[in-house]
């Protein structure tokens, strides 16, 4: 695309987009997705303290990650069909509605509502946003310019849980969802004045059915992995019932978008084997992302007993990991090979979670600070590689649909992983603590132990109970996250040596 002609590209995007006020456009809205994670799981430990229910702890991240998931389809689609701007505010606008209504949140019941609907606009911020990369930048610069927007990643891992801990002691838990509100209206406001696109409009049959179908599906299968072995038996009726809705609604989806005239996931991209291995590989590398992010700050605030800042500081080990290899691959991956790069990355991720199966309360925050490093440094390698080769692979037709299939399957691997991990973390505990106590310990007990006051509080014999019990399922978790890291690593080896290029 050559920069001040006046004529359109093959694309239908206009030659007049100023490419770098939308660039920073972009960053923006990466910024305030990289920064909501950061600072929510920074928080999160004091916000069960506040709020109370612990048992609800893993749906905070669940029902947002949910909502996204069901939703980042449907915007993709809907990109591709109406262009990437109107969808783009319209999410951007939701998201910041839910942020407002989160920090209002007067009880852990209300703050998931709320982050629900939190989740439904922001399935439309990473991939458009991530689309419009694809839009305006020619295939050898898609690479670098990955690498600028990864860089907010890292930016966002110092500012995040720095800012997080500061609104935890010294302001209210609420900024951290009310600072995403000026960032958002910035991103809309540079989206919507400098880029210019020209979609041919037509009448398009939308693929209601579909969306209806996997929205069902999805919350089905996620309600199952949160509530099952806890709230309910596996055994039971209500589960039972909900993986029957599970795989009868998978079954009539896909039958669906074989025969639906314009499907919101077209199948067809699933014959290509990259994006086969790429998605698959970003599912299970999704949950390694969510069980280091949300439960690392717990086991550092409540069995290390360190403060909200040094929790965060371990945590953002992760995001400065991946900023540095993604600016990396940006530069070499073309010489080296997309599947080198990403085998490379999946030892990283490997190695990483290693760290974290083996982390210990006496081996101190570093432990956790150098797997989080190990584990970013690898999502750095393997994610920049698979967006770049996806949206080398397809026509400008069906890049927002690629790209949104991709972080779709991302967010569902976060959203299977805080339910799947989420569920061991209160088996294990309920568990622990029945053994331990009886009936007099459960889980919402662990709202005490995240509360520094309250804590002092606890006879010495207690608190060692609950700390043990805490400590115990949070180590069965990050075995998880090692069986997870592992099976990535094996479909990393899979991937394609080489990938078509379609400018």
Known sequence: MVKGKQEKDSRGMCIQTNRK?????????????AIEGTIVA????????????????????SAFLLAQAVTIPIYGK???????RPVFAFGVVVFLFGSVLCGLAHSMNMLVLFRLIQGIGAGAVQPIATTIVGDIFEMKERARVQGYISSVWGVSSIIGPALGAFFVQYVRWAWIFWVNVPIGILAVAGIWIFLREEVHTKEHEID????????VSI????????????????????VLFLLGVFFIGTYLFILQENRAAEPIMPLAIWKDSLIVVANLATLTTGVVLIGVSSFLPTYIQGVMEKSPIIAGFALSFMSMGWVIAATLTGKIMFKYGFKRIAVIGGI????GSAFFATLRPERGWLWAGVGSLLIGFGMGLARTVFIVGIQNSVEWEMRGVATASNMFMNILGNAMGAAILGGILNISLTSYLKGAGGETLNVD???????????RALSQAVSQIMTSGLAISLHYVFGGVLILALISFILLLFYPQKARNVV
Do not use: E
């Not at 919350?219 to 509530?227: D, H, K, W």
């Open 21 to 33: 006020i939308v660039l920073v456009s972009i960053m923006l809205a990466m910024f305030m997705a």
């Open 42 to 61: 920074t928080a999160i430990p004091s916000i069960v303290a506040d709020l109370g229910g612990f048992s609800l702890f893993s749906w905070v991240f």
């Open 78 to 84: 809907f990109a591709d069909l109406y262009g990437r």
């Open 208 to 215: 209601y059915i579909g969306s209806t179908l996997i929205f």
């Open 219 to 238: 919350s089905a299968l996620m309600v199952v992995f949160i509530q099952a072995g806890t709230v309910w038996a596996w055994s039971s009726a209500p």
């Open 348 to 351: 990283w991720i490997l190695s």
């Open 445 to 455: 007990v662990i709202n005490v132990l995240l509360d520094p006051d309250k804590r």
